[in-house]
């Protein structure tokens, strides 16, 4: 008996063994337990990872009860979160869904098993088809992460112009790490928005648009109402004239850039897109006269208006060589106060532009192994003016920016003003803190020269010079501030300034706004005493902290800001309707300390104050200004402005 089950055990495992060695086995055991993986998740029959594979990320999606859903998982590298100029390049390449590195759809248990590589990741769990829960930095490995599907966050803005609220604008709301199309809304008639549902982030990115205005993109805090400025896009008509008549072919522009447009035979022109942000001034010009004309900020599409011309002017300019005579090869001439002049070098150092409104005009003329020139020329109108310009030989300014200890300082930033030098430039210097900057003239120059971490030094040079300069930088004090609520949340858009204590005691140095997690961060400070204090929307402002900051390692101070009580309420006309874009002013002592505007529906909310009375002026054009006291807290005020006209 005994020996017949050996003999049946053997059989056993021979047969198993001839199984596992049949074609196709292993492949089929293999592709289950893929399957396993793929479809339910972890599982501890899954296959070794591949080298590329060294780590995995595992986890569970389930909602705020713990109940599993069933949900589809990417993986994203993580990254930085994205900034402002970040978001305009994301969305002029419509690339407003960054690729995932690896994703998988949950089974019915919500579990799941993403293969990566071994690095930090963003997971983000989507149900049906819209991001309902996310995890930020998470480390592939052993450990287990929890996706858990939220009703979400909620934000609240509105979209205005120069004008007002901004009817019917589209916005694109856009996670930030990592970049996600999130909600896709309207703006309503007063231009007020809100977007449920979103992924917990300390920051969106919101990318708006409307008919009539051009497109805007912002970062907004998830924390308080987010405002959206759009750039107005309105239509201008008019007619281009010369001498009275039409000026068919006159090519019309905006000074600066902008749309462009040609009269057509009876001297008339369109131009669509225009900024209304700000004072416009149109450009015309034709064969032989220009024109221009300064529209003030426009509120809506204007027509009707024509542009004279008059007699243009030009200029020739011989670029020739101070001792010799001889024209240069390879000059360039520029005019820096009106960029959108073309020059066109007709042969080797010779030059035109025209036409020319009439009048001075500013050039910039240069050489290579010449020292730049400028000149004031004046330019006549129904001529060209012809002039020739010397340019000497360069001067060379060279040397050293050195440390503390005597050590060439890489990197340092050289600021050069002067004679040749359109608006300054900036030279970097190289290994042992060595620099050279060539094509300076026998002028005046004045020096200024940055480096983190160093004080920055001013000094004005003449040229040439017999020796080669060189200039020792200081070592600056730092300051690290972090700004706090009373439960110990970071505030972030904190204003925090740094008062100077000693000599010339109450100057505020330095102010900056706080980050997403409620610091800033000041360098290059004059080593000494100071105070730093903060405030913020909604809060109260912090008590001054004094701070000794001696060298360049940063002093960490934290403030800490207390919220503030609020008063709200609705401002009316004389007949009782909701009274839309009035100001509410606080005042303090012979001044205002806030302001809030009224919405479409007359609402305002003014916080961050103190207990106690206070005194508000009611003010919207057109009406007479009212002055009330009011106790501080208080909800539901109702302010009425006088008739339209009245005393």
Request: aromatic share 4%; proline share 7%.
């Amino acid at each position: 008996m005994r020996y017949g089950l050996v003999a049946a055990g053997a059989l056993l495992l021979l047969l198993a063994l001839l199984l596992a060695l049949a074609p196709g086995g292993t492949e089929r055991r293999r592709a289950s337990a893929k399957t396993r993986a793929a479809g339910t998740g972890p599982d501890a029959s899954a296959p070794a990872l591949a080298a590329h594979e060294r780590a995995a990320l595992r986890g569970w999606v389930q909602d705020a009860r713990g109940l599993p859903m069933a949900a589809r998982v990417l993986a994203f590298e993580a990254g930085p979160a994205l900034t402002r100029e970040g978001l305009e390049q994301h969305v002029a390449a419509q690339a407003l869904e960054a690729p995932a590195r690896a994703t998988v759809t949950t089974g019915p248990d919500g579990a799941f098993l993403l293969r990566v590589p071994e690095g930090r990741y963003h997971l983000l769990a989507e149900v049906d088809g819209r991001p309902a829960a996310l995890a930020l930095e998470v480390e592939a490995g052993a450990s287990e992460v929890r996706l858990v599907v939220t009703d979400g966050e909620r934000l609240t803005g509105q979209v205005v112009d120069v004008a007002g609220g901004v009817a019917r604008a589209h916005l694109t709301v856009v996670s930030l790490t990592p970049v996600r199309r999130l909600r896709e809304v309207e703006s309503d008639e007063t231009g007020a928005f809100e977007v449920e549902g979103l992924l917990p982030q300390a920051r969106y990115g919101v990318w708006a648009r409307a008919a009539g205005h051009g497109s805007r993109g912002v970062l907004v805090a998830a924390s308080r109402p987010a405002t959206v400025m759009l750039p107005c896009a309105l239509r201008v008509e008019g007619r281009v004239l010369e001498r009275g008549v039409a000026a068919p072919g006159a090519r019309v522009r905006p000074r600066g850039g902008g749309p462009e447009a040609r009269a057509d035979s009876a001297g008339r022109f369109v131009l669509e897109g225009l900024d209304c942000s700000g004072r416009t001034e149109l450009l015309a010009e034709s064969a032989t006269g220009v024109g221009e004309r300064a529209l003030e900020p426009l509120s809506e599409d204007i027509s009707g208006f024509d542009i004279s011309l008059e007699s243009a002017g030009g200029l020739r300019v011989r670029v020739v060589e101070a001792r010799s005579g001889r024209l240069l090869e390879g000059a360039s001439v520029q005019s820096p106060a009106v960029p959108e002049v073309v020059w066109r070098e007709e042969d080797v150092g010779r030059f035109r532009a025209a036409p020319l409104m009439p009048g001075p005009h500013a050039l910039l003329v240069r050489a290579p192994g010449h020292g730049a020139v400028q000149r004031l020329l004046e330019v006549r109108a129904g001529a060209e003016t012809e002039v020739e310009l010397e340019l000497p030989p360069e001067s060379v300014l060279a040397g050293r920016i050195l440390g503390p200890e005597g050590l060439g300082m890489q990197g340092a930033r050289l600021h050069l003003l002067g004679p040749g030098l359109s608006g300054g430039e900036v030279f970097l210097t190289g290994a042992q803190g060595r620099f050279e900057v060539r094509g300076l003239a026998e002028e005046t120059y004045e020096l200024r020269v940055e480096r983190p971490g160093s004080l920055s030094v001013t000094q004005e040079l003449r040229l040439p010079r017999s020796e080669p300069l060189e200039l020792s930088l200081a070592p600056a004090a730092a300051v690290a501030v972090k700004v706090l609520g009373a439960r110990g949340e970071p505030v972030e858009d904190a204003s925090v300034s740094l008062t100077w204590v000693g000599e010339g005691r109450g100057e505020t140095v330095r102010e900056a706004v706080t980050d997403a997690r409620g610091g800033v961060h000041f360098g290059g400070l004059v080593p000494g005493s100071y105070l730093a204090k903060a405030r913020a929307p909604g809060y109260l402002p912090s008590e001054p902290v004094p701070v000794e900051a001696w060298d360049e390692e940063a002093v960490p101070v934290s403030l800490v800001l207390r919220e503030g009580l609020t008063l709200s309420g609705r401002v009316r006309d004389a007949r009782g309707l909701p009274a839309a874009e009035a100001d509410v002013v606080l005042m303090g002592e012979a001044t205002s300390v806030g302001r809030a505007r009224t919405d479409g529906q007359g609402r305002f909310t003014l916080s961050g104050l103190g207990p106690g009375r206070v005194r508000l002026l009611v003010e919207k054009f057109g009406h007479p200004m009212r002055e009330v006291e009011v106790e501080v807290p208080a909800s539901n005020l109702e302010l009425m402005l006088g008739g339209p006209g009245s005393e």
